[in-house]
């Protein structure tokens, strides 16, 4: 663990606008060196608790953000020693690749000679040296992003925060550069916490996942216990596909499952049946719609090569301890 990493604690954080309740009372813990990732729709406080953690926006008393054992909740955020990544970059367009990542050092007085090798230092961690002194309008979406992560750890903040900053590229550069800023942070052990919508960016990124929900923490876990005991069929539901296999008396659901947790045979092999409705295929695998008679057909993933059809009886089981269970 890096030795100069920081325990973030919120206590009773909570951040009310006119008539809305954007975070109701939060305690959240996140480790010294850890990245812990906040999920969850638009509108359910993510942004709002990490611009609390970073001092851009003020809890409503009595919550308290602490940084160890400093309290920091009446520091701006020039005061806490925080970096931030944003989804719009928030570069200068007039300014090239170095001279952007050595802005917020000369804003803090650092002498000159030290101003350059740190620059040089997180060029070389972001892979952009050779681009030093291209001009800002000349970069890709990735490139600038670099550029920005770059500009945010030279600073060395004690705290890393992360807004969306990957919905604005497409999917193939989203992906590489997720592994990219993966690797960076295990590399560095800052603490950091990372705001998504994005469930499989959560899960790639993520030591631990603070699920949210109209401004709520409905559950704090890492991400297998997240994906495969989720606390609610919100944060089910939230952080993949899941289908309904039985319901009560009532016809409310009751019982759910993976669609990779379904296992298909021929008709006759397992005691429960049913008949492939749909398939659609998807590159590397298809998504078979099976009618099992409730009221909707539940979801199956399956390799491509395998040969299921639409209108084909067959009978299915479920994997191990595959069921999840929630009150309706």
């Excluded at 953690?53 to 005061?79: A, H, Q």
């Excluded at 490139?143 to 919905?167: I, N, S, T």
């Excluded at 604005?168 to 592994?179: F, I, T």
């Excluded at 216990?225 to 009532?250: H, K, L, M, W």
Aim: charged residues 25%.
């Amino acid at each position: 663990m890096n030795n100069d990493a920081v325990n973030v604690t919120l206590r009773g954080c909570a951040r009310r606008f006119a008539h809305h309740q954007a975070l109701h009372p939060l305690d959240l813990s996140v480790h010294a060196g850890e990245t812990l990732v906040l999920l969850g729709p638009s509108g359910c406080g993510k942004t709002t608790t990490l611009r609390i953690i970073s001092g851009l926006e003020r809890t409503d008393t009595p919550g308290e953000v602490w940084f160890d054992d400093r309290n920091v909740t009446d520091l701006p955020i020039e005061k806490r020693n925080v970096g931030m990544v944003f989804q719009n970059y928030a570069l200068f367009p007039n300014l090239n690749v170095a001279q952007n990542v050595a802005y917020g050092l000369k804003v803090q007085g650092i002498p000159r000679a030290e101003r350059e090798a740190r620059v040089q230092e997180m060029l070389e961690l972001v892979d952009l040296t050779a681009l030093a002194q291209r001009h800002i309008d000349k970069l890709s979406g990735g490139q600038k992003q670099r550029v920005a992560l770059a500009r945010a750890l030279a600073a060395r903040p004690k705290v890393l925060l992360f807004d969306e900053p990957l919905a604005a590229l497409d999917a193939k550069l989203r992906e590489r550069l997720r592994a990219d800023i993966g690797d960076l942070l295990k590399k560095l052990a800052i603490t950091a916490v990372y705001v998504t919508h994005d469930q499989q960016e959560a899960m790639a990124l993520g030591d631990r996942i603070a699920v949210m929900e109209q401004g709520r923490l409905v559950q704090i876990a890492t991400p297998q216990t997240i994906y495969q005991r989720p606390a609610s069929r919100f944060v089910a539901d939230f952080v993949g596909a899941i289908n309904c296999i039985e319901t009560d008396e009532q016809g409310q659901p009751v019982r759910f499952c993976r669609p990779e947790d379904v296992l298909l045979a021929e008709a006759g092999r397992y005691a429960r049946h049913g008949c492939i409705v749909a398939s659609t295929f998807l590159g590397a695998s298809q998504r078979l719609q099976i009618d099992i008679g409730l009221d909707k057909p539940i979801q199956v993933e399956r390799h491509a090569r395998e040969n299921w059809h639409a209108g084909q009886r067959i009978s299915w089981s479920l994997a191990g301890q595959a069921a999840l269970e929630f009150t309706a």
